[in-house]
């Protein structure tokens, strides 16, 4: 499925993300990304690496539709790898490096990757790894542009000329956790990517005289392709910060323009003495997303800076869906409106039946912006899509009177803290084969930092003497640093229903307010 925007731009012969990116950078003397260390990179500066980077993955074995695996630090060479990867029509795999071994194996095994790109202090294992599941190249990339791939690159020519591609081909593959079984490879597409960057762009009004700061990690989809792609498409110029300060990112308010976060960038930033009206009276536009923002901060920061926070609503699967409008009302509490050419419905989640206005249900959707698919995986595909092509996310909302759109919560158990998405299923498998250890229901509870915590509710043998700081010294070199409970409770049983299910509604409630 195609936007209007995208069937215009293959009527002038763009027909995918990469011929899109030549137009707007090619030849383009404007400046691109800004680092505090005094690098820089204008647009066409920033194309030309990225054809030397994808010479340099051509050169490496990399074919169209092939796999590459990236866990790197956050520089702007991690994400001219990405438009590196596009010209190349091959498909980008960003991972989190908080990822262990452990967990690599994993997506390793399950993507096949023809060629990882990890960290110069990582290549051993990594190289160990990638081998024995069958990539046998291995390049690394440091955050101040060093490494294997650059030393390569610098050797190749800017100049790539990318094979026949199409808005259909698949440019990433990102993975979104669930409440059970292994993660799921959203496949996305070069029309997925641009055609919500497009309306991003238009919907908040960005432009060449944009400056955005971005302190958002670039394995994930908000910070490479929500702000990257929206404003590289736009025009405009990034701040670029390694991650979140709050001193940091007050400094650079009077040379920006934009921010987009997540919740936690917002309460800290409201815990420093520095906000103030004056300091972001140069700023036009706070978005916040990837977590629930809490109504109380939006109030806050409203009261402190004169700013209502924009909030959106998107997905690993989906991008963006939803938006507070640019001009109106921004209404704390919701995500806001479906954007043009997506088309949001509330449905009953056992038949797939639409439900009035007002009702809460599962959110549907179906745009140009959702993903092709999951990769490898047909069943859960066929599962998650209806017979009229859409695309049932598991969380639950409800539209108003105004047709804003309000999350109610998740079908499912997935947990969101700050941003980063945890299913509970892995963190309690870790902890249950722990000595001592009977079962386990790990649970998010409310944060105001990161909108919800991981905590673990553990029962012990009766013998057994294992305790807090013991689960969570062995959960550390097992699991990210992310998914790691920030409390363990321990009970004598866990509650459950008539069909023996642990109720975790019931331990979320008895525990919503153990971080307040």
Not at 288 to 295: D, R
């Amino acid at each position: 499925m195609l936007s209007p925007a995208l069937n215009r731009l293959t009527d002038r012969g763009i027909g995918n993300l990469a011929a899109l990116l030549e137009e707007r950078m090619r030849g383009v003397d404007d400046l691109y990304i800004e680092e505090p260390g005094g690098r820089s990179f204008t647009y066409d500066e920033a194309w030309r690496l990225a054809g030397r980077l994808a010479n340099a993955l051509k050169a490496s074995g990399v074919r169209t539709g092939d796999r590459v695996a990236v866990q790197v630090e956050k520089s702007p060479e991690a994400v001219l790898l990405f438009f590196a990867t596009a010209r190349l029509g091959a498909v980008y795999l960003p991972l989190n490096t908080a990822y262990t071994f452990t967990e690599l194996e994993y997506f390793l095994a399950d993507a096949e990757p023809a060629v990882v790109v990890t960290r110069p202090e990582t290549e051993a294992q990594a190289a160990a790894l990638a081998q024995r599941l069958g990539a046998t190249v291995t390049l690394t990339l440091g955050q101040s542009g060093d490494g294997t791939l650059m030393e390569r690159a610098s050797i190749d020519s800017d100049e790539f000329q990318s094979p026949a591609l199409v808005w259909d081909d698949l440019a990433a593959i990102l993975y979104t956790s669930g409440t059970t079984g292994r993660s799921k490879g959203a496949m996305l597409t070069h029309g997925n990517l641009a055609s919500n960057a497009l309306t991003l762009a238009d919907t908040w009004r960005y432009t060449r005289d944009d400056v955005l700061i971005h302190a958002l990690p670039v394995y994930h989809t908000h910070g490479l392709f929500t702000a990257t792609n929206t404003l590289t498409l736009a025009g405009g110029r990034m701040l670029w910060l390694s991650k979140f300060d709050a001193d940091d990112i007050l400094r650079l308010m009077p040379r920006a323009t934009s921010l987009m976060g997540v919740p936690t960038f917002y309460t800290r930033l409201l815990d420093h003495p520095g906000l103030t009206r004056a300091v972001t009276a140069h700023m036009r536009l706070f978005i916040s997303g990837s977590a629930p923002l809490l109504a109380e901060t939006h109030r806050a920061f409203e009261e402190r800076t004169g700013h209502a926070i924009l909030e959106r609503y998107g997905m690993t699967e989906t991008s963006m869906n939803t938006s507070n409008p640019y001009n109106g009302r921004r209404i704390a509490g919701t995500v806001g409106l479906p954007l043009e050419d997506v088309d949001l419905r509330i449905a009953d989640p056992a038949t797939g039946a639409a439900l009035p206005q007002g009702e809460i249900g599962v959110i549907e959707l179906r745009g140009p912006n959702v993903c092709a698919g999951y990769w490898r995986n047909p069943e859960k595909t066929a599962e998650s899509f209806r017979s009229d092509g859409f695309f049932i996310t598991g969380d639950l909302g409800m539209i108003d009177h105004n047709g804003y759109v309000s999350i109610a919560g998740r079908g499912k158990d997935l947990i969101i803290t700050g941003g980063l998405n945890v299913y509970p299923k892995e963190v309690e498998a870790e902890i249950d084969a722990l000595p001592g250890v009977v079962e386990t229901a790990v649970i998010g509870l409310p944060h105001r930092d990161f909108g919800e915590a991981v905590t673990a509710v553990v029962v012990r043998a009766a013998d057994a003497t294992i305790d807090e700081p013991a689960i969570l010294a062995a959960l550390t070199p097992r699991l990210a640093k992310f998914k790691l409970p920030k409390r363990v409770i321990f009970l004598d049983d866990l509650p459950r229903n008539a069909m023996g299910k642990v109720q975790k509604a019931k331990l979320r409630e008895s525990y919503a307010k153990l971080y307040s």
